[in-house]
């Protein structure tokens, strides 16, 4: 499967009074890798709503918090694709700082068309073949 890896400092507004990583702003760092990854398969969220009429809505997501993160700490976040299916995809996160891991997570994302008819629902479509190699294979 396909991953791959940002770097990313802990910024002051990320921290609680305690002065530790509060803990949504790992969803945050989620998202921004996910579409960082898709940007490195060829699939950039601009690509898709520009040249498809696509979104990537999170259709369900999760994290285990390992070690308290704080101000400055330097992250990496690896994320692989570990299940692709017909409408859906997995991406996992790992995020660490040097060999320790901080915390695991995941997200389940759709492939949706951008609704036009003025309605907010989005209707989930099949990820297209050259998608679908991409995220399975790197």
Known sequence: ??????????QWGDTDAAGIVFYPNYFRWFDHAALEFLRSLGWSLETLKTQFQLVVPIIDAGCRFQQPLRYHDL????????EV???????EHRVS?????????YEVRGLARIPT???NRLE??????PMRTALLER
């Open 1 to 10: 499967m396909s991953s791959h890896s940002i770097q990313y400092y802990v």
């Open 75 to 82: 992250l990496t976040i690896e994320t692989t694709a570990t």
């Open 85 to 91: 299916r017909t409408r859906s995809f997995r991406l």
């Open 97 to 105: 700082r040097g060999d320790e891991i901080t915390g695991m997570g």
């Open 117 to 119: 008819d003025g309605e």
């Open 124 to 129: 989930l479509v099949a990820i297209p073949k």
